[in-house]
């Protein structure tokens, strides 16, 4: 079944421990985003590639980068960890049409979540 | 700016009973997402909405769209325990941003 499938479901890191958090795809969607969500809100967008554009939201910290080696693959990588950094991950992925196409159908399919710890 | 809010925030209902929920956004949009999330889970996708007057419905949940009014409901009837999640709506504005989430109406179904 294709699905969107993030590694680890569960991390534990220590204060200031490098952490890579890891999402890939089979629906071959051109657009992939990161999400944190902590407790009781809504996910908060830190940035999304559509291919290989990087977009950064303005408010996401310099703490938190990406990568995206390729189509399946995005990759969240946490440098500094700080113990308000603790959150659910979460990856999502969706199809943007080019500005040829009438209509953008933009449903995102999440994946199953990371959730981390900093301690 | 987009801005999306929902209400209400908490939502404790009793089983058979129908309520709604709104979700309201601030700009020009065709496409609304309805998502549930259960505890410690993802988000899982429930409506999407792309036309004005769109009305989709999956079993007890009916979402529906008035871009007129920039105003989506979610229409739950005769509750059962088993919808108690958070609901979230999300939405787009015109050009190619991402969505935009509403703050989420946690839904507490009880006997």
């Known amino acids: 079944d294709a699905m969107v499938i993030q590694n680890p479901r569960y991390q534990v890191t220590q204060f200031g421990k490098p952490v890579t958090l890891s999402c890939s795809q089979t629906l071959n969607h051109n657009v992939m985003y990161w999400y944190q969500q902590k407790s009781s809100q809504a996910p908060k967008l830190l940035f999304h590639?559509?291919?290989?554009?990087?977009?950064n939201e303005a408010d996401t910290p310099d703490n938190f980068q990406s990568r995206r080696p390729n189509t399946s693959f995005c990759f969240l990588d946490i440098r500094s960890p700080g113990l308000g950094d603790a959150a659910m991950y979460l990856c999502?992925?969706?199809?943007?049409?080019?500005?040829?196409?009438?209509?953008?159908?933009?449903?995102?399919?999440f994946g199953p979540g990371t959730r981390l710890l900093v301690l | 700016e987009l801005k999306v809010e929902q209400n209400p925030l908490f939502l404790s209902m009793q089983e058979g009973k129908n309520y709604t929920i709104y979700c309201n956004y601030s700009t020009t949009s065709d496409r609304l997402y309805w998502y549930r999330q259960d505890p410690g889970k993802s988000l899982e996708s429930l409506f999407v909405l792309l036309s004005n007057g769109a009305v989709k419905q999956e079993g007890r949940l009916m979402a529906s769209l008035d871009t007129k009014a920039r105003l989506s409901t979610l229409h739950i009837t005769a509750a059962v325990h088993d919808l108690s999640a958070t609901y979230f709506c999300?939405?787009?504005?015109?050009?190619?941003?991402?969505?935009?989430f509403g703050k989420g109406t946690r839904l507490s179904v009880i006997a």
């Open positions: 590639y559509y291919d290989k554009d990087f977009n």
């Open positions: 999502a992925t969706s199809i943007k049409w080019g500005s040829f196409r009438p209509r953008l159908v933009e449903t995102q399919y």
């Open positions: 999300a939405v787009g504005d015109s050009g190619n941003t991402p969505l935009v």
